[in-house]
């Protein structure tokens, strides 16, 4: 009786100790992701697993021929668990951008199962090549008038909004149309649902006087889109990742999202003024619990020519590997926990997407404190990892990565 009692006695203690170790070991894991400011980031369990260890990478990228080749999920599933499949990807093959996703979300979850990847939806612009899109083009139109009540209209013409520079022409869709809110929400709940995707992405959120939207009211714009993004995360479940792109300041948006991409898409967001608000954006976004991917390419071509098919200018390649230091330098001045960097120079798979970048593979190491300004008026920012020491010039755009 007494050996029986000594031997429960150990059972006991030895679960008392296992599970001691474990809350020790989960509160050493929250709290090794502070924020910039010394308060802890509170993560939530569909989140990627997020580290210090090299620069966090994002990818975001699409080829309208074909699927992925195994060996091409094989190079992008050692850089990334955090990814996104692009609006037209395998449509030439399958005939459908969600089944396209559906096999490259198959095809990461087989070779590493704690992969996040997500699907694309526009809503602004009705791009083509989902099934939920297909009949929107003037011969759909033609077919059936009724869908016409979900489209932009120009005000000038009276006639459909059109959208003639792309991959494909495409319509707008009309945010301020309740009806076409309620179809939005079910189709991209169903692109989610058959893609087995982690999550969405959802693209054109950002409501402000440089998106190009025409109408009176962008409050009541960002208020509709706001009411999308608020069914669509109810609707979802609560597994699944929701990312805004470039609506980390839309703040009807905002509270419905996980994450938010910064894509500078042009030259207003990426001068020195916005880049400096822009760290400000990604530590709000921290302590919020929340992601940020802050998306740099290199530059090439023209800004429309990125999407229409891989990027063919002469020497890109060689170029982004030059201009990549003082993009990666940008991003780590003001990373935060779960801020995630994409780097490329279009949203082809071709388009940098296959490219080895040696530096997005060092040892990196978590920040010792927050970014340091030379100057208060100044331009130059430094800031210290644990194996590595960031110096940016944002008013010349220079930049040195010292590692050790």
Not at 144 to 168: H, M, Q, R, S
Not at 223 to 243: F, H, N, P, R
Not at 313 to 318: H, N, P, R, V
């Amino acid at each position: 009786m007494v050996l029986f009692q000594i031997q429960s006695i150990k059972k006991l203690s030895l679960v008392i100790c296992l599970i001691a170790l474990s809350w020790c070991s989960y509160g050493q894991q929250k709290s090794s992701l502070f924020i910039s400011d010394g308060s802890s980031f509170e993560s939530k369990p569909y989140f990627p697993k997020f580290s210090w260890a090299t620069t966090p990478m994002y990818y975001h990228f699409g080829d309208i021929d074909r699927v992925l080749e195994a060996e091409e999920v094989k190079f992008i599933a050692g850089r990334t668990d955090f990814i996104c499949i692009e609006k037209s990807h395998a449509f030439n093959m399958l005939g459908d951008a969600v089944l396209g996703t559906k096999h490259e979300v198959e095809a990461f979850h087989k070779i590493k199962p704690e992969s996040k990847v997500l699907y694309y939806y526009n809503s602004y612009v009705a791009w083509p090549f989902t099934q939920f899109n297909k009949d929107l083009t003037p011969e759909g139109i033609a077919k059936n008038k009724e869908l016409a009540k979900f489209l932009a209209v120009d005000p000038e013409t009276g006639k459909l909004l059109e959208k003639t520079n792309g991959p494909a022409f495409s319509y707008y869709f009309d945010a301020l149309n309740p009806e076409f809110r309620k179809w939005w929400v079910a189709a991209a709940l169903e692109g989610i649902k058959i893609s087995g995707a982690d999550g969405i992405f959802v693209d054109r959120m950002n409501v402000d006087d440089n998106a190009g939207y025409l109408v009176d009211d962008l409050a009541e714009l960002a208020k509709a889109k706001g009411e999308m993004m608020a069914a669509l995360k109810a609707q979802m479940g609560t597994d699944k990742i929701l990312v805004g792109n470039n609506a980390a300041t839309t703040k009807d948006v905002f509270p419905h999202c996980d994450a938010f991409m910064f894509e500078h898409y042009n030259a207003t967001v990426t001068n020195k003024e916005h880049l400096l608000k822009e760290w400000g954006d990604m530590k709000r976004v921290a302590k919020a619990g929340k992601i940020s991917i802050y998306r740099f390419g290199a530059k090439g071509k023209g800004r429309n020519d990125i999407t229409i098919g891989a990027t063919e200018t002469d020497g890109i390649e060689q170029r982004s590997k030059d201009q990549l230091e003082y993009h990666h330098a940008c991003f780590l001045i003001g990373a935060q926990p779960y801020s995630y960097f994409q780097w490329n120079w279009g949203w082809n798979l071709e388009d940098g997407n296959l490219v080895d970048y040696p530096a997005l593979q060092k040892q990196l190491g978590s920040p010792k404190g927050d970014f340091k300004r030379e100057n208060p008026d100044g331009w130059v920012f430094t800031r210290e990892f644990e194996h590595a020491s960031v110096w940016v010039n944002t008013e010349t755009k220079k930049a040195k990565i010292t590692w050790y």
